[in-house]
């Protein structure tokens, strides 16, 4: 039992639900991650640019899934978010036929509205016909409307949430989750992230930026943190939802926690717009507030699910920041490797594979990393997966704006 645990302010992990590049399902992620095959290739979306390539969710039917009407209205990021809490709520052996709805709140992360549509809707605007413009445009893509569209498909009636910090947002949202239950106002929160950012415009603009990597020639080896030939991140598609439940409620309907949510940080850089601070101060303060939340030393915790994006910039700022906390990092894991930055997703399927590290004694491997950046000292687990025996783990992210957040899992 850790201290945080000890001290009853531990809230139970008790449901996943995942749909990202890497499989339909939690368990399909899982079994992706642990063969560690990246699932970048070229989008037919993307066509023509300098960056042609992503992770994308593989198709699936979503008349069939969500129903006719249902798929029609909502955009890919909230399909993706409806879907992945159905299946946590599921995993957790909930009825929201039986549940207080007015006990029940949902928080996901969404880095930005979706721009899915906006593509015709302008385009109709453009060609000076507004009246054809869809009435849909707006309540499909703000980005509210994730946790809204949770909310109307289960039956939610509590605290119904959006949190916007960049690639930070997933994190972000379950920080906010567990403070939700920890103040009494709700006995269970879905909490999460969802963003589906493959679009020309999202592409170019990151691409602008010099954020994307600009490997055509071999998009599967494209994402790669922490190599010393990695060139930018490779958008990523998803939605990660983790069912936050108190201890006690999950006890009382006998239910087996998944794991524990400990602790949480968050910290602001205040140094650039867009880039990170090179000495990794803000993501250091984060996950030191995190420690602390969760009552754990440095020394406690036994692996790191890393931001890892594959930049020049972001990597070694990263590895400054663990050295700061920890001065000899545990063993670390880059999810975005296998399935490109889902932005707002990410961090929430960072941490729903934190938890099944923690469950399964085993860390998934490093994607693509080939030749270990000599300015990095860090323990990164590659090639096959690590099994350890972890006890507390902490997943970390950070997001333009300076945005930082992290969060401490503690096994069940």
């Keep these: 039992m850790t201290v945080r645990q000890a001290a ?7 449901g996943l639900g995942m749909v990202t590049p890497a499989g339909f399902g939690a368990a399909a992620t899982w079994e992706r991650f642990c063969d560690g095959r990246p699932t970048a290739r070229h989008d037919p979306a993307l066509a023509g640019l300098n960056v042609d390539f992503s992770c994308r969710v593989d198709a699936y039917d979503a008349p069939a899934l969500l129903g006719g009407r249902l798929a029609r209205r909502l955009d890919r990021f909230a399909q993706l978010a409806v879907l992945a809490a159905r299946e946590a709520v599921a995993d957790a052996r909930l009825d929201p036929a039986g549940w207080d709805g007015t006990r029940v709140g949902v928080v996901l992360g969404v880095s930005a509205n979706s721009v899915e549509h906006y593509r015709v809707e302008y385009a109709r605007m453009d060609e000076g016909r507004p009246d054809r413009v869809s009435p849909l445009m707006l309540p499909r ?7 809204g569209e949770v909310g109307l498909d289960l039956g939610v009636l509590g605290p119904s949430l959006v949190t916007s910090t960049a690639c930070a947002s997933g994190t972000t949202a379950l920080g906010l989750a567990c403070g939700l239950i920890r103040a009494g106002s709700c006995d269970v929160v879905l909490a999460g992230g969802t963003d589906s950012p493959r679009s020309p415009m999202v592409a170019t603009a990151f691409d602008r930026l010099g ?92 692996h790191v699910n890393a931001h890892g994006t594959g930049t020049a910039l972001n990597d070694p700022a990263e590895a400054a920041a663990l050295h700061r906390v920890f001065h000899r990092p545990p063993p670390v894991t880059a999810n975005k490797s296998v399935i490109g930055h889902t932005m707002g997703a990410a961090g929430a399927i960072e941490a729903a594979l934190t938890v099944l590290t923690l469950q399964h004694g085993l860390i998934p491997p490093t994607a693509n990393l080939d030749r270990m950046d000599g300015a990095i000292d860090l323990d990164v687990v590659t090639k096959v997966p690590r099994p350890l025996d972890v006890r507390a783990a902490v997943s970390v992210s950070s997001g333009f704006g300076g945005q930082n957040a992290a969060v401490v899992l503690t096994a069940a």
């Design 8 to 14: 009853g302010k531990a809230v139970a992990v008790t």
């Design 141 to 147: 893509s703000i980005p509210n409307m994730a946790a």
């Design 211 to 302: 954020a994307l990597s600009r490997r055509r020639h071999d998009p599967v080896g494209a994402s790669r943190p922490f190599d010393a030939d990695r060139d930018g991140f490779v958008l990523g598609e998803g939605a990660g939802v983790l069912v936050l439940e108190r201890v006690d409620h999950a006890r009382a309907r006998g239910v087996r926690p998944r794991a524990y949510l400990a602790g949480h940080g968050s910290a602001a850089d205040a140094y650039h717009f867009t880039a990170p601070r090179p000495d990794g101060d803000g993501l250091a303060r984060a996950v030191e507030a995190a420690l602390a939340d969760a009552g754990l030393a440095p020394h406690e915790i036994g």
